[in-house]
């Protein structure tokens, strides 16, 4: 099956075939090794595409093979790969991965990383090393950019998302089992409600 078959698979299907993929951008490229599958509308309340079609998340609707890229915390860059059937909202977000070529690039983009697993060890940090900024958004990935492994990916292993607000424990997040670069699971903890302070007596 090629990998643009793939893609247009049930979301969690897709986010496993792209575990080993290449995906070249800013004369960087790297190994995915760690994935997040969001399905769409109405059916998961941690994607995007829940409450519907946005200016926001439209390309999330297809077809697949777009990168769906967004700003979060007022500073990082996500990608994901759109995949499924055009008008159906689902997308795999990028995690993690193997700097396998351009790692002197991606050191000088990455320079407080510790190691060479560290440098695109989560979302933001793979945006940053391999420059994907606003721009991405929209851009056809299966022309030369992302191309399937050439060799099985061995085993792969299946947990609940990280750091999502809503269906905690849909083991949707899938990773190369024992890969170094493979980010830390973390749950997400709402924060409580600051308390007032009482005047003192």
Avoid at 45 to 54: C, D, I, K, Q, V
Avoid at 87 to 113: K, Y
Avoid at 130 to 156: H, K, M, N, Q, W
Wanted: proline share 7%.
């Amino acid at each position: 099956m090629s990998l643009a078959d793939a893609l247009t698979a049930p979301v969690e299907q897709a986010a496993r075939a792209l575990l080993g993929c290449r995906l070249t951008a800013g004369g960087v490229t790297v190994r995915l090794t760690e994935v997040e599958a969001y399905s769409g509308t109405g059916e998961d309340p941690a994607s995007h595409a829940h409450r519907g079609r946005t200016p926001r998340n439209a390309i999330m609707f297809g077809p697949a093979g777009y990168a769906y890229v967004y700003f979060t915390y007022g500073m990082h860059y996500c990608m994901n790969v759109v995949t499924g059937t055009e008008g159906t909202a689902s997308a795999v977000l990028l995690r993690a991965g193997e700097i396998v070529g351009g790692v002197d690039v991606a050191r000088g983009r990455r320079p407080a990383a510790r190691t060479d697993a560290d440098l695109a060890r989560g979302p933001a940090r793979l945006c940053s090393a391999l420059a994907i900024g606003r721009d991405f958004y929209g851009t056809y990935l299966l022309d030369g950019l992302l191309s399937a492994p050439a060799a099985p990916v061995g085993e792969i292993s299946a947990g609940p998302r990280v750091g999502v607000t809503g269906a905690h424990d849909v083991p949707w997040r899938f990773w190369l089992t024992g890969d170094p670069t493979v980010s830390e699971y973390r749950r997400h903890v709402p924060k409580l409600p600051r308390l007032p302070r009482l005047p003192r007596a």
